[in-house]
């Protein structure tokens, strides 16, 4: 059986509107064999589609056909520890573990750079998709089907605080709530910021981050579907945040901090109770730098 363990991500990071993402340590594993028909469980409870409307098994059918192998069946095993619907990359881990896996038991005839393209395809971006399957921080570009891009790694002097609401925020909706157009000086704005981003993490000068995580193409018209989250962004600063940001379409938010910042942790989970916010979780990632891998 192979065995796929694929990272979550965080997307946009601010300004990088459907460019730039990172991996970080919390997992999804898939686990994949060929079979004598479709066999598809949840071995955590999470409920998951179980025909052949799964998405994992959608990938692993496409690279079947795409190297022209015929597939009987599938056995399929997932435990989902990314939250759904969170901003987390949930649906990428499940694109990327599909490709991954499927790449594997037929030995490997895509490179790392095909299932790029191919992830990237089927997700609609490579801001999520991207950094599950190489790791680090990725800023990509889609174009006509391929993508364009750069990992760097980065530093494990940070941490990475997901704080996770108890309530989903689908990518559809939180697309719909942004405008058809932006003035000219917006745009500037957000290809300024998000070039500091990139810069700014690999080379270690975090001073910049709250800067550079301003937004004005998505954050401001999203936030307003996240119960809490002007609290929450504004607390997280209070307390030594370099940046604070909605993780993808949301509903997460995502604290970057300081690895000695020890303190943090309990700071929000107590924010969070005294305000109500009982079914929120708080987690405290680390840097992922190597992305989807084939584990024992």
Same mark, same amino acid.
């Given at each position: 059986?192979?065995?796929?363990?694929?990272?979550?991500?965080?997307?946009?990071?601010?300004?990088?509107?459907?460019?730039?993402?990172?991996?970080?340590?919390?997992?999804?594993?898939?686990?994949?064999?060929?079979?004598?028909?479709?066999?598809?469980?949840?071995?955590?409870?999470?409920?998951?589609?179980?025909?052949?409307?799964?998405?994992?098994?959608?990938?692993?059918?496409?690279?079947?056909?795409?190297?022209?192998?015929?597939?009987?069946?599938?056995?399929?095993?997932?435990?989902?520890?990314?939250?759904?619907?969170?901003?987390?990359?949930?649906?990428?881990?499940?694109?990327?573990?599909?490709?991954?896996?499927?790449?594997?038991?037929?030995?490997?005839?895509?490179?790392?750079?095909?299932?790029?393209?191919?992830?990237?395809?089927?997700?609609?971006?490579?801001?999520? /998709?991207?950094?599950?399957?190489?790791? =680090?921080? #990725?800023?990509?570009? $889609? &174009?006509?089907?391929?993508?364009?891009?750069? @990992?760097?790694?980065?530093?494990?002097?940070?941490?990475?605080?997901?704080?996770?609401?108890?309530?989903?925020?689908?990518?559809?909706?939180?697309?719909?709530?942004?405008?058809?157009?932006?003035?000219?000086?917006?745009?500037?704005?957000?290809?300024?910021?998000?070039?500091?981003?990139?810069?700014?993490?690999?080379?270690?000068?975090?001073?910049?981050?709250?800067?550079?995580?301003?937004?004005?193409?998505?954050?401001?018209?999203?936030?307003?579907?996240?119960?809490?989250?002007?609290?929450?962004?504004?607390?997280?600063?209070?307390?030594?945040?370099?940046?604070?940001?909605?993780?993808?379409?949301?509903?997460?938010?995502?604290?970057?901090?300081? /690895?000695?910042?020890?303190?943090?942790? =309990?700071? #929000?989970?107590?924010? $969070? &109770?005294?305000?109500?916010?009982?079914?929120? @979780?708080?987690?405290?990632?680390?840097?992922?730098?190597?992305?989807?891998?084939?584990?024992?």
């Amino acid at each position: 059986m192979i065995k796929v363990q694929i990272p979550a991500t965080s997307a946009n990071i601010g300004a990088g509107f459907d460019s730039l993402g990172l991996a970080v340590s919390m997992y999804n594993y898939v686990n994949l064999e060929e079979h004598d028909r479709v066999e598809i469980v949840a071995q955590d409870g999470v409920k998951i589609p179980t025909d052949e409307s799964n998405l994992v098994y959608k990938c692993v059918k496409y690279i079947y056909d795409l190297c022209d192998k015929p597939l009987q069946g599938v056995r399929i095993e997932q435990v989902n520890n990314i939250p759904m619907a969170r901003g987390l990359g949930s649906s990428s881990a499940c694109i990327v573990g599909g490709l991954v896996g499927a790449n594997a038991m037929l030995g490997n005839p895509l490179r790392t750079s095909d299932l790029v393209n191919i992830a990237a395809t089927m997700e609609g971006h490579p801001d999520n /998709s991207t950094p599950a399957l190489l790791g =680090g921080l #990725v800023t990509a570009v $889609l &174009e006509n089907g391929k993508v364009y891009y750069v @990992k760097q790694e980065i530093a494990e002097d940070l941490r990475f605080v997901t704080i996770i609401p108890d309530f989903e925020l689908k990518t559809k909706f939180a697309r719909e709530a942004l405008p058809k157009e932006i003035p000219h000086k917006d745009g500037v704005f957000n290809l300024s910021r998000a070039a500091l981003m990139s810069v700014s993490l690999y080379s270690r000068n975090y001073q910049n981050l709250r800067i550079a995580a301003d937004d004005r193409l998505h954050q401001p018209y999203r936030l307003s579907l996240i119960n809490g989250a002007h609290d929450v962004l504004e607390m997280s600063y209070k307390h030594g945040a370099y940046a604070s940001y909605i993780s993808g379409a949301g509903s997460t938010l995502m604290s970057i901090i300081s /690895s000695g910042n020890f303190e943090f942790e =309990g700071i #929000v989970r107590e924010f $969070l &109770e005294q305000n109500g916010f009982t079914g929120w @979780k708080v987690n405290v990632l680390s840097i992922d730098n190597v992305g989807a891998r084939i584990i024992p």
